[in-house]
Antibody, heavy 119, light 109 residues
Framework: QITLKESGPTLVKPTQTLTLTCTLS??????????VGWIRQPPGKALEWLAL???????RYSPSLKSRLTVTKDTSKNQVVLTMTNMDPVDTATYYC???????????WGQGTLVTVSS | QSALTQPASVSGSPGQSITISCTGI?????????VSWYQQHPGKAPKLMIY???NRPSGVSNRFSGSKSGNTASLTISGLQAEDEADYYC?????????FGGGTRLTVL
């Protein structure tokens, strides 16, 4: 079955770069049509889409965060990596990776990882 | 891009039906049939309930239905049950990006 799991630091300092890894199971990013997205959710707030990477290495980013985000894939490890530069306390959130489903939906989600930005 | 607009809260009694609206613009909801709805219980990851405006993934109850008219999409839950109490989010594809709504808290009275 399809599962995803996020991993990375739970605490980063302001101005640092965050690197999160999403490990995929049950599917491969080398398969035509597959995509993996990143979504975050500050405590008590709404979901915010961050980025999406497709099987053909096409990448899409949130316009408001595009300058700070990079998403890459490692098909040999079946992983997707998200980096976000210049972290700020307002970036404190639970970060999710998710499998792209029909109609640009997200049909399988990781459990999420809480990242706190604080000095 | 701006977030899609949802009511902050809705409520209903068990057995009743409720509808949650999600308003966008012509370049997101109005321009594509790529509207999705997610249910999120506290402390849990979101769960896909509707995709492509009105399609239910396997395993989702047929009490959940979706529709769209112009720039507004809607999620209807019929026969409300206690376990439906959760936060609900809409999302839409928009010219190569994805945008979420601000979320609606459903309270089952």
């Amino acid at each position: 079955q399809i599962t995803l799991k996020e991993s990375g630091p739970t605490l980063v300092k302001p101005t640092q770069t965050l690197t999160l890894t999403c490990t995929l199971s049950g599917f491969s990013l080398s398969t035509t049509g597959v995509g993996v997205g990143w979504i975050r959710q500050p405590p008590g707030k709404a979901l915010e889409w961050l980025a999406l990477i497709y099987w053909d290495d096409d990448k899409r980013y949130s316009p408001s965060l595009k300058s700070r985000l990079t998403v890459t894939k490692d098909t040999s490890k079946n992983q997707v990596v998200l980096t976000m530069t210049n972290m700020d306390p307002v970036d404190t959130a639970t970060y999710y990776c998710a499998h792209r489903g029909m109609g640009e939906s997200f049909d399988y989600w990781g459990q999420g990882t809480l990242v706190t930005v604080s000095s | 891009q701006s977030a899609l607009t949802q009511p902050a809260s809705v409520s209903g009694s068990p057995g009743q039906s409720i509808t949650i609206s999600c308003t966008g613009i012509s370049s997101d909801i109005g321009g594509y049939n790529y509207v999705s709805w997610y249910q999120q219980h506290p402390g849990k990851a979101p769960k896909l309930m509707i995709y492509n405006v009105s399609n239910r993934p396997s395993g989702v109850s047929n009490r959940f239905s979706g529709s769209k008219s112009g720039n507004t999409a809607s999620l209807t839950i019929s026969g409300l049950q206690a376990e439906d109490e959760a936060d609900y989010y809409c999302s839409s594809f928009t010219s190569s990006n994805i945008v979420f709504g601000g979320g609606t808290r459903l309270t089952v009275l």
